[in-house]
Nanobody
């Protein structure tokens, strides 16, 4: 089973960019679909993006489509979330998650989670 550690969060002005990274331990990283979720204060954790095991299939939430890009490097056991044109409403704790085999938009399908990284977008 993999363990996940996110990094790359921070404070950025609206319109700016950040790249989040999620490093996975263990030798079975390529067996897992990966996802990014986020949780704003007082709100439920919501789906952001997911990528399949090879990196060839990606799915995005409508709210980030065209601005965020999820990718993975199986040789480095790492998944990324490139976030461009950031908005104040993107402010949240961002979580990386892993799910065995197939991709999903559903939070409940992911059983391995990182500790989260804070992203704050100022207006």
């Amino acid at each position: 089973q993999v363990q996940l550690v996110e990094s790359g969060g921070g404070l950025v002005q609206a319109g700016g960019s950040l790249r989040l990274s999620c490093a996975a331990s263990g030798s079975t990283f390529s067996s897992y679909a990966m996802g990014w979720f986020r949780q704003a204060p007082g709100k439920e954790r919501e789906f952001v993006a997911t990528v399949n095991r090879s990196g060839g299939i990606t799915v995005y939430a409508d709210s980030v489509k065209g601005r965020f890009t999820i990718s993975r490097d199986n040789a480095k056991n790492t998944v990324y979330l490139q976030m461009n044109s950031l908005k104040p409403e993107d402010t949240a704790v961002y979580y990386c998650a892993a799910k065995f085999l197939t991709i999903s938009r559903s939070r409940s399908d992911y059983n391995i989670w990182g500790q989260g990284t804070q992203v704050t977008v100022s207006s």
